[in-house]
């Protein structure tokens, strides 16, 4: 089946480093994207990796890909109040009924602690 | 900016009317999507429309019709709507093409409203 499950929560200090897990189940997905969601507007691209990567750097973000046990992370380093917002992981299945389309996980609710 | 607009950005609509949600890429892109997004649910596919072909989710009550007139415009038709369909209504646009990457750019979104 397709599912994208994550963490529906997550709470740091303003500084620290915060990391947003996510497991999908669709091997076949050759991409694997991260979107951010601030109140009141629509899911703007974060970053994507490639599956045949293990890690990919964009300045604070850092994704890890564990394709083995089909789990993705992001990290976001020094992380600031601007960062609260809600984070979603998406699989894009390259087979079946879902294929070239996206799979969403329900979302990870950053909050930033000053 | 994303380059995906749409419009209205709030609609509050009783449940007999008949109204249209728009939306309008300037990406170029050759694909476009309508998804709901509801309180705790996750990010539901209603519609795409990829190289004048039109994909449909089956749990997508008829009362929802799409229409993609181009390329760069897509609307979603609503009529005899229930309240339980009051939700964030986001359109996205997309090149699809051979390499399996599929980037999409979501507009604002539409805050639906059914009393």
């Known amino acids: 089946g397709e599912d994208v499950e994550q963490s529906l929560f997550l709470s740091v200090r303003e500084g620290d480093s915060s990391v947003i897990n996510c497991t999908y189940t669709?091997?076949?997905?050759?991409?694997l994207y991260w979107y951010k969601q601030e109140p009141g507007a629509g899911l703007q691209l974060l970053t994507y990796?490639?599956?045949?990567?293990d890690m990919k750097q964009d300045q604070r973000l850092t994704v890890l890909l564990n394709k083995k046990d089909k789990h993705l992370s992001l990290r976001i380093a020094d992380t600031q109040t601007g960062d609260s917002a809600i984070y979603f992981c998406?699989?894009?299945?390259?087979?079946?009924?879902?294929?070239?389309?996206?799979?969403f996980g329900k979302g990870t609710k950053l909050s930033v602690k000053p | 900016e994303t380059g995906v607009t749409q419009t209205p950005r709030h609609l509050v609509m009783g449940m007999t009317n008949k109204k249209s949600l728009k939306c309008e890429q300037h990406?170029?892109?050759?694909?476009m999507y309508w998804y709901k997004q509801s309180a705790k649910k996750p990010l539901e596919l209603m519609f795409v429309?990829?190289?004048?072909?039109?994909?449909e989710n089956n749990s997508v009550p008829s009362r929802f019709s799409p229409e993609c007139p181009n390329s760069s415009h897509l609307f979603l038709h609503l009529h005899t709507l229930q309240p339980e369909d009051s939700a964030l209504y986001l359109c996205?646009?997309?090149?699809?093409?051979?390499?399996?990457?599929?980037?999409?750019?979501f507009g604002p979104g539409t805050r639906l409203t059914v009393l």
């Open positions: 669709d091997s076949s997905s050759t991409y």
């Open positions: 429309y990829s190289l004048e072909e039109r994909v």
């Open positions: 990796i490639f599956s045949n990567m």
């Open positions: 996205a646009s997309s090149q699809k093409g051979a390499s399996g990457k599929n980037e999409q750019f």
């Open positions: 990406l170029g892109h050759n694909a």
């Open positions: 998406a699989e894009s299945p390259n087979y079946g009924g879902s294929q070239g389309n996206l799979i």
